[in-house]
Every structure is written in C-alpha cells, then in structure tokens.
C-alpha cells in the first residue's frame, strides 16, 4: 500500500473523521498535545487540503498562531463589564463555534432579530427588505445594536402572549400565529444551547434570554389530505409529461419518492440504482442531507424507473432536474438552481386544489399517506426518512382507512341470533 507525506492531501484525506453528521475533522499531533480541528465542510477533498494547510501551519508558526488562524472562536476576548454585550457581538461569537449548517445559523439569526425588533417595538419597512440600496443592512445594524439584556424571559413570554392574543376571536389565525411563535422561539433559542454557550468565551447576561421559555401550546397539524392522489397523477401525466418535462419530474420524484425541494434540486443521475430500482440520497460537494438519518435509499416503483431511464438516456445534463442556473451559491442561503421549474410546478398544483402554503411539501405528505395505507406507519416512516415516528403521525400522515362501527350490522346480527335460539 502506497504511503504519503503529511504534506500531501491524499495523506490527510485517509485520516479525516466525520464527528458529526456533516463536517469533517481532524486529529493532529503537535508539541506534545492531540487536538480535534474542526475543519467546516463537508466536503472531503476541501477537508483534506484545510487539514494538510492546518499542519503546515503547526510546523511553520506553532499553536498559538495556528489556533489563531484556525480556531479563533478560542482566544475571544471577554467582553468588559462595563460594556454590554450587543445582539451583533453575540452573533459574531455564534458564528465562530457553531457547528451548524450555515443556511441554519442564518435561519437562526434572523429569527433572532425579527424577536429583537418585535420586542424593542422597531417597526419594520419596505426598505427592511432593501439588499440593494442599504435599506436591510441599516435595519440589521439597528437591531444589531442593541444590547443582549434587552432580552429577557419575561419579555419574551410577554410578546408570545400578545403575539398570540391578537387573534383571540379568529380561532384558525390564532392556531396560525401559535405555530409561528413557537418556531421564532425554537430557532432563536438554539443559539443559546449548552454545546454553543460553553465555547463563546464571552460575558453573557444572567439570566440567560431563553432561561424557562418553552414552545408553548400548538395546535395538532396532523397531515389532512384534500386531494385526489389518482385524480392528480393523471392530470401530471396528461398536462406535464411531454409540455413541461421538468416539472413532470419534479411531480414525480417529490409524489412518487417523497424527495424534499431541496433533494429533488441536487439530484443526479449517478444517485440512481437502475438494477435495484432505488434512489440513493446523500452527501454532495453540491450540498447536505437535511438530517443524518436523510441519507438513505429510497426504493422506486418499476413506472417511475422506467420513466427516469429513459429521460437518463435522453438528458445531456448531470442533474435529473435540468435548468441554467450554477448548482453553486453563497452557503448562508438556500438556493435552488431549478427555482424556476419549482415556481411553475407551484402554481401549477395551486390551479388543481394543492392550495397549502407549500403545495410541494403537501406532495411528500400525500406520498407518506398512500405508503402508510399500504404498509403501515413504520414503513412510511422510513421512506419519509424521518428520526422519529412521532414526526410521521403527528405532521405526515392522514389516515385514509375508514374506521367506524356499523350499529345497524350489529343489531341485525343479534336478532339473527335471537331468533335462532
């Protein structure tokens, strides 16, 4: 077996440890001391050169410089007492030790200043929305600017209840807002876990914003189906198949496989096991799988196969999804290089009675229906590829089988009895 030197990728490439479900670290030797070095990516040719770049720097500078370079979120100065920590200081100190996906921290972020502005009543403006002109950088520059212990528990649980209250008289608008609080609090609040506040190295105030806050009372949003699963197919295969063939395969892969916006967007023709009839979803230098137990096979009925092997042999593009937009973008946003096809396809759905807010993600949840009729709801489960069956019943499903008891059967069948005695 070939051996290289640790000033070669391919030697860093064989030594490299996924520590978590998405990033790649490293494990070096250096001046006696064995430390993990986090190397934010997953991509494994990019962590091989980060970690053959990280040597490098032990043997050239030492460790303070390359700990420095390499993980500055350790040597961040204590805020001093006297200043208080703003809501732009605390995000700085975030970003430099969380480990999360940076469309999440940005997700997390702006939930976190949307509370901020609510609370500190900062009215937002068209202008709010302004990345062109100045207008969204002066807005995040105000809230940025204000000071952590604005936050409080109390505050917060005060501008749930007023949030909420508002629709007091408007049963389904106040169910509607109850979701939305409690996703502004979860997102917001997981800038404050354990795992990130022990690594920030700053002063932070006591009590902590989040400190008692819970989620609060939601209302059930079990899956409910309005639609006509056959009924729709038909309509796709009909008015989709040979006008729009993109948005046919949309359709199907989201429909027929239960794929999320985001997997249907990265898919590629090597993700396809023709001879086992499956679809393989995982890690790509294109982007993550939305939770480790996202990766998995998916089995494909044989029309769907069938169907994607020939438009395989007609495509010259990498991507089952074909579109003239770079699979490339800015990692702190979600980007969909097929947003064009995807809009299409939404109102498309919208014209036949898929009238959700995410009429593609009512897709998936009709897939998870029809495979929970057949098979069970373990089986929907794992095709759906979620953590926990809870997710599945709770939110996924709709249980299509009639349950009901037939009295009038049941009086006959006693008379019959009856007079037989």
């Not at 494994?44 to 720097?57: E, G, N, P, T």
């Not at 409910?224 to 063939?245: Q, V, Y």
């Not at 069970?376 to 996924?396: D, K, P, Q, W």
Request: hydrophobic share 40%.
């Amino acid at each position: 077996m070939k051996t290289f030197a640790k000033t070669d990728v391919r030697y860093w490439s064989t030594k490299l440890v996924q520590r978590t479900n998405t990033e790649w670290h490293a494990r070096i030797r250096f001046g006696g001391r064995q430390n993990w070095w986090p190397l934010k990516t997953a991509n494994r040719d990019q962590a091989a050169m980060k970690a053959r770049d990280l040597w490098l720097s032990l043997q050239a500078q030492g460790f303070e410089a390359t700990e420095a370079s390499f993980k500055p979120w350790t040597i961040v100065p204590p805020v001093a007492a006297s200043k208080q920590l703003t809501i732009g200081e605390f995000m700085k100190a975030v970003s430099a030790v969380a480990v999360v996906r940076p469309t999440t921290l940005t997700t997390y972020g702006r939930k976190l200043r949307f509370l901020v502005s609510q609370i500190i009543k900062v009215k937002g403006t068209r202008s709010k929305h302004d990345y062109v002109h100045g207008g969204a950088a002066k807005w995040r520059a105000n809230i940025d600017a204000t000071p952590l212990a604005a936050l409080t528990p109390e505050k917060i649980l005060q501008w749930r209840t007023g949030y909420i209250s508002r629709h007091d008289d408007q049963p389904l608008k106040r169910g509607s807002a109850q979701q939305t609080a409690a996703s502004i609090i979860r997102s917001a609040k997981a800038l404050f876990s354990p795992k990130i506040i022990r690594n920030l190295g700053i002063q932070l105030p006591s009590p902590l914003p989040f400190d008692g806050v819970d989620l609060g009372k939601r209302p059930r949003t079990r899956y409910r189906s309005k639609i006509n699963a056959g009924e729709l197919a038909r309509d796709a295969h009909a008015e989709l198949k040979e006008a729009e063939p993109e948005q046919f395969k949309i359709f199907l892969l989201a429909f027929g496989a239960g794929l999320r916006r985001s997997e249907i967007d990265r898919l590629t023709w090597q993700h396809f096991n023709w001879s086992k009839g499956t679809i393989s979803i995982e890690t790509t230098e294109y982007g993550m799988t939305k939770t480790a137990t996202s990766a998995e096979e998916i089995d494909v009925g044989t029309d769907l196969i069938d169907y994607f092997r020939q438009a395989k042999m007609e495509s010259k593009n990498e991507f089952v999804i074909e579109s003239k937009a770079s699979p490339i973008a800015a990692p702190h946003w979600n980007h969909y290089r097929a947003d064009c096809h995807f809009k299409s396809l939404l109102a498309w759905l919208r014209l036949k009675g898929v009238t959700a807010r995410n009429p593609l993600h009512t897709l998936r949840k009709e897939f998870g229906s029809l495979i929970n009729q057949q098979f069970g709801i373990f089986a929907a489960s794992v095709a759906l590829r979620h953590s926990n069956i809870n997710i599945t019943r709770e939110a996924y499903v709709d249980r299509k089988e009639r349950i009901a008891l037939n009295i009038g059967a049941l009086m006959k069948s006693q008379a019959k009895s009856e007079s037989g005695s």
